[in-house]
């Protein structure tokens, strides 16, 4: 018997306690995926945990939401994550933790040449726009074709980023999902989306719920996706637009799923 998941979620196991376990992970060639998240792991046990990836070729995937993890350790995990040769790692959850721009950037930079990772989890950290106008430049460079789904929720994302990552979507080719929730994304980046889903074929899902998209923005998101056929949901509630335009969205994509179950 081999252990392949290991789920030790709202333990107080702190950096000790990880630090032991990402010595083992760095011989173990059985766990496949590990769950720490809430347990006070801080930027210590996150960079024990980004060593154990240089040596661990069976890690799929790695759950550290609700942490305690600063800049340090996104920056122990960017680098394990750019000259990993084993390539093994799928999903690395960082939600809820307390990255910020620094920490951002070092990660977006190893997304330019890491070729496994296929989910990043970001999410109520505090990177701001300089953090994901660095994920969007990486993005834009297309190298990686493995990633499909990032989660940027509650990070205090502007315009200025929000446009960034709506333009690579021109050049991503693999990319599905893009969650965005409650950040401070206007009309000005609604309307890039908006461009960029006339370019984009890959994108199936694009959470914008909760910013600060009124009706023009709103308009030409509805008015993008009756032209995307591979769209296939676009969340816009908790936006100050007309609650009949969000319906209408929702309609549209509504019947295309029907429409789409039916053949």
Known sequence: ??????????NVIEDDGIIALGNILQTNSSLINLHV???????????????????????????LRSNAIR?????AFAEALETNNNTSLQILDLNDNMIHSSGAIALAHSLKT??????????????????????????????????????????????????????????????????????SIGNATAFRFANALSINQTLRRLGLAWNRVGNPGAAALRDAVRMNTHLEELILCGN???YE?????????????RSSSKR
């Open 71 to 75: 800049d340090a350790g996104a920056c």
């Open 114 to 183: 890491n070729s496994s990772l296929v989910e990043l989890h970001y999410g109520h950290n505090e990177f701001e726009d300089t953090g994901a106008i660095a994920i969007g430049v990486a993005l834009k460079m297309n190298n990686n074709r493995s990633l499909k789904t990032i989660n940027l929720e509650a990070n205090k994302i502007g315009n200025a980023g929000g446009i960034c990552l709506a333009e690579s979507l021109k050049r991503s080719s693999s990319l599905e999902s893009l969650c965005l929730y409650d950040n």
């Open 240 to 242: 100050p637009c007309n």
């Open 37 to 63: 998240a809430m347990n006070k792991v801080g930027d210590k046990g996150a960079a024990a945990l980004a060593r154990s990836l240089k040596s661990n070729s069976t890690l799929l995937g790695l759950r």
């Open 245 to 257: 335009l969000v319906q209408e969205l929702k309609s549209l994509l509504r019947d295309r799923r």
């Open 1 to 10: 018997f081999f252990l392949q998941q290991l789920d030790l979620f709202d």
